[in-house]
């Protein structure tokens, strides 16, 4: 089968990626206090059971099921799938892990960030023009007024400042996180450079702008 023919992978199917980018949350603070937001939710609606679409490395997955609920966690990417399955080995949770979504899902809880987030890697992508949409917000709730569909949306804004110990190390993931060789990294350090504020140190404000909407069954 030729090249063009062949589906593209994800650099989230690489398992050395997978490990830089959940370092990486962890380090942004991501997901904060977004995660006591789904947790309140869940429980006001008295659900039991939660599809984490995009479970990435567990970052939701497994406090849920830690707090009690049964998860299926939805993954495609093979890197990201096998950090969360060897995290969870020595863990007793009701948590199973699904490469492809599920047929069915009821009574749905979507969190998507909205225009307003601005991050570090919002900035470097903007250079190379391959700027992540952040309007899914707008379709989806688009979507159910147009079905009469229920549902309620609620916000959420997490401010992080971060400090970035590694200037190369940070230009390297994001060389793999767009899709291009390390070649790339001296044309990332410069952007880096510029935007991060530096007292002796680097910094940058990160602004995670999420929405919680709730679609009642």
């Given at each position: 089968?030729?090249?063009?023919?062949?589906?593209?992978?994800?650099?989230?199917?690489?398992?050395?990626?997978?490990?830089?980018?959940?370092?990486?949350?962890?380090?942004?603070?991501?997901?904060?206090?977004?995660?006591?937001?789904?947790?309140?939710?869940?429980?006001?609606?008295?659900?039991?059971?939660?599809?984490?679409?995009?479970?990435?490395?567990?970052?939701f997955?497994?406090?849920?099921?830690?707090?009690?609920?049964?998860?299926?966690?939805?993954?495609?990417?093979?890197?990201?799938?096998?950090?969360?399955?060897?995290?969870?080995?020595?863990?007793?949770?009701?948590?199973t892990?699904?490469?492809?979504?599920?047929?069915?899902?009821?009574?749905?809880?979507?969190?998507?960030?909205?225009?307003?987030?601005?991050?570090?890697?919002?900035?470097?992508?903007?250079?190379?023009?391959?700027?992540?949409?952040?309007?899914?917000?707008?379709?989806?709730i688009?979507?159910?007024?147009?079905?009469?569909?229920?549902?309620?949306?609620?916000?959420?804004?997490?401010?992080?400042?971060?400090k970035?110990?590694?200037?190369?190390?940070?230009?390297?993931?994001?060389?793999?996180?767009?899709?291009?060789?390390?070649?790339?990294?001296?044309?990332?350090?410069?952007?880096l450079?510029?935007?991060?504020?530096?007292?002796?140190t680097?910094?940058?404000?990160?602004?995670?702008?999420?929405?919680?909407?709730?679609?009642?069954?």
């Amino acid at each position: 089968m030729s090249d063009s023919n062949q589906e593209k992978k994800s650099p989230f199917d690489d398992y050395s990626f997978a490990v830089m980018y959940e370092q990486r949350n962890v380090q942004f603070g991501y997901p904060g206090k977004l995660l006591d937001y789904v947790i309140e939710y869940l429980k006001r609606y008295a659900v039991t059971s939660v599809a984490d679409v995009g479970a990435g490395t567990g970052a939701f997955s497994i406090p849920l099921a830690t707090a009690g609920f049964t998860v299926y966690a939805i993954e495609p990417a093979t890197g990201m799938r096998s950090i969360l399955s060897d995290k969870i080995k020595s863990l007793s949770l009701n948590l199973t892990i699904y490469p492809h979504p599920l047929e069915t899902i009821s009574g749905v809880l979507i969190a998507v960030r909205t225009e307003k987030t601005h991050t570090l890697s919002d900035v470097v992508r903007s250079y190379f023009k391959k700027e992540r949409s952040k309007h899914h917000i707008q379709h989806i709730i688009a979507y159910l007024e147009q079905h009469s569909i229920p549902h309620e949306t609620n916000f959420i804004r997490q401010v992080h400042k971060v400090k970035i110990h590694d200037l190369q190390k940070e230009a390297l993931f994001h060389c793999h996180a767009m899709g291009f060789d390390e070649s790339k990294v001296t044309t990332i350090l410069p952007i880096l450079e510029k935007h991060l504020h530096k007292n002796g140190t680097y910094w940058f404000e990160n602004i995670h702008d999420d929405a919680i909407i709730i679609i009642h069954p």
